[in-house]
């Protein structure tokens, strides 16, 4: 396994009653072959709570099962809020389960940004803010279900996104400038190929279908930045922060990409 993360923070599909494939809806298009509302299972759902094409996700209409990324929510949800109990034992369990699963989602995602935060030398300012954090996060993720129902999500994130922005601001110091600042810009379909673009801020960037091959990507903030079909071949995402599995899966790329260790390089990548 590459990278320093810990291990639940891995999905673990053997230990998930496939709540992504059912608690969570998709609608019609590139990503996905039909429409499923929340709550329904998902035509392609085994009775064992595996994919009936699983092998073949990409060819049949469905590339969106193979982006998404629960960050280990799925098996905390199942094992440790519900001790075991599947959402098809009974109505309630499946109701209360169901709402839950993007709670801890969300708080399983600030566990891998807060992790990967403390690894960076250059956050050590914060780094005691950041464990505590981590620790308040880790806290309120081992709340029973109706504490984490209850739980106001967005609050945290403020209080998780000023560290992570610190954080930013701390790694990217020494090399970003103000041409760099592009978060949140449109950048679809952009020719960015061989751009430098180290220590750029491009966090909730729409980086959709943009040639970046052979871009330099080095200590760039990435969070929350739409990769979907993104070619990345030869690009340089050395150093790169915040950069997360289902982004890197959204993205193109080739044996020359190169990522931060924490990232694998993604099966269908050339």
């Known amino acids: 396994m590459p990278g320093d993360r810990p291990l639940e923070l891995r999905a673990d599909c053997e230990n998930c009653f496939a709540l992504c494939c059912v608690a969570l809806p998709f609608a019609a298009s590139a990503d996905f072959a039909v429409d499923k509302p929340a709550g329904k299972p998902c035509a392609n759902l085994r009775d ?10 990409r060819r049949s209409g469905f590339p969106g099962c193979t982006v998404f990324d629960c960050f280990g929510a799925g098996q905390k949800v199942s094992q440790h809020t519900f001790a075991g109990r599947d959402w098809r034992s009974s109505a309630e369990t499946a109701s209360a389960m ?7 989602r969300q708080l399983h995602e600030f566990l891998w940004y807060l992790s990967e935060a403390l690894t960076l030398k250059a956050a050590r300012p914060v ?5 505590r954090l981590l620790d308040e996060t880790e806290r309120l993720s081992l709340e029973d279900a109706a504490a984490l129902a209850a739980l106001d999500v967005g609050a945290h994130r ?10 930013s601001e701390l790694v990217r110091g020494p090399v970003r400038h103000r041409k760099k600042e592009l978060r949140g810009a449109d950048l679809m379909g952009a020719r960015l190929r061989g751009a430098d673009l180290r220590g750029a801020n491009l966090r ?11 871009a330099d990507l080095r200590q760039a903030d990435l969070i929350g930045a739409d990769l979907r079909d993104a070619d990345l071949s030869g690009a340089d995402l050395t150093g790169a922060i915040f950069l997360t599995q289902a982004q890197a899966n959204a993205a193109r790329g080739d044996a020359a990409t ?7 390089r993604p099966a269908h990548w050339s």
């Open 127 to 131: 780094h005691g803010e950041l464990r």
């Open 258 to 264: 190169r990522l931060p260790a924490a990232v694998s």
């Open 48 to 57: 064992d709570f595996r994919c009936g094409i699983h092998a073949r996700l």
């Open 98 to 104: 169901f709402g839950v699963f993007p709670v801890m």
């Open 204 to 214: 909730g960037a729409y980086l959709i279908a943009a040639d970046l091959r052979r």
């Open 158 to 167: 403020e209080a998780v996104n000023v560290l992570l922005l610190r954080t």
